[in-house]
Antibody
Framework: QITLKESGPTLVKPTQTLTLTCTFS??????????VGWIRQPPGKALEWLAL???????RYSPSLKSRLTITKDTSKNQVVLTMTNMDPVDTATYYC???????????WGQGTLVTVSS | QSVLTQPPSVSAAPGQKVTISCSGS????????VSWYQQLPGTAPKLLIY???KRPSGIPDRFSGSKSGTSATLGITGLQTGDEADYYC?????????????FGGGTKLTVL
């Protein structure tokens, strides 16, 4: 069974840096073709893709957020970490991580974690 | 403003069929596989269709996907009240500086 779970702060202040961890089980991020991505969803709004890291450490970022994002992996711990700098209230959203396998989409997804940006 | 365009809402009666469209361009749908996701109220999205028309294990054949040119379509037959959800299309986009993933704005399905 493949599972992913997001963890991190539920509340951050404007201008702070957000660090989220995705801890997964049931697959290895050292397997060819496998990746882990981050997607967020502001309350009542659509999905927005943020970043993706592959087994070979290839990294992809949303062009509009690239300057603020960093994605890393720790294969031995089965974890992927996303950092987002200079947080703003508009970044309030549920943040999801999900497994990606080549062209097969994101499957499965973690339960998500709601992050609120407020002073 | 999403790169992929979906109708905000669709509706149909139980037992009927509905289709949800996803319109893009040559830099995304036109040259990449499309995935579809179902998001039931208060839950995380779930993969319904990948590589345009393939269903993951456990997804009933009431759900189908197709692609033509720069548009994709999700079809759902034999509608059930449990199908009420938001549906999103997604794909890769090769415009701008580097390939990136894009999603549609989502379509809310109401089963009347």
């Amino acid at each position: 069974q493949i599972t992913l779970k997001e963890s991190g702060p539920t509340l951050v202040k404007p201008t702070q840096t957000l660090t989220l961890t995705c801890t997964f089980s049931g697959f290895s991020l050292s397997t060819s073709g496998v990746g882990v991505g981050w997607i967020r969803q502001p309350p009542g709004k659509a999905l927005e893709w943020l970043a993706l890291i592959y087994w070979d450490d290839d990294k992809r970022y949303s062009p509009s957020l690239k300057s603020r994002l960093t994605i890393t992996k720790d294969t031995s711990k089965n974890q992927v970490v996303l950092t987002m700098t200079n947080m703003d209230p508009v970044d309030t959203a549920t943040y999801y991580c999900a497994r990606a396998v080549e062209t097969m989409g994101f499957d499965p997804w973690g339960q998500g974690t709601l992050v609120t940006v407020s002073s | 403003q999403s790169v992929l365009t979906q109708p905000p809402s669709v509706s149909a009666a139980p037992g009927q069929k509905v289709t949800i469209s996803c319109s893009g361009s040559s830099s995304n749908i036109g040259n990449n596989y499309v995935s579809w996701y179902q998001q039931l109220p208060g839950t995380a999205p779930k993969l319904l269709i990948y590589e345009n028309n393939k269903r993951p294990s456990g997804i009933p054949d009431r759900f189908s996907g197709s692609k033509s040119g720069t548009s994709a379509t999700l079809g759902i037959t034999g509608l059930q009240t449990g199908d009420e959800a938001d549906y999103y299309c997604g794909t890769w986009d090769s415009s701008l500086s580097a390939p990136h993933v894009v999603f549609g704005g989502g379509t809310k399905l109401t089963v009347l």
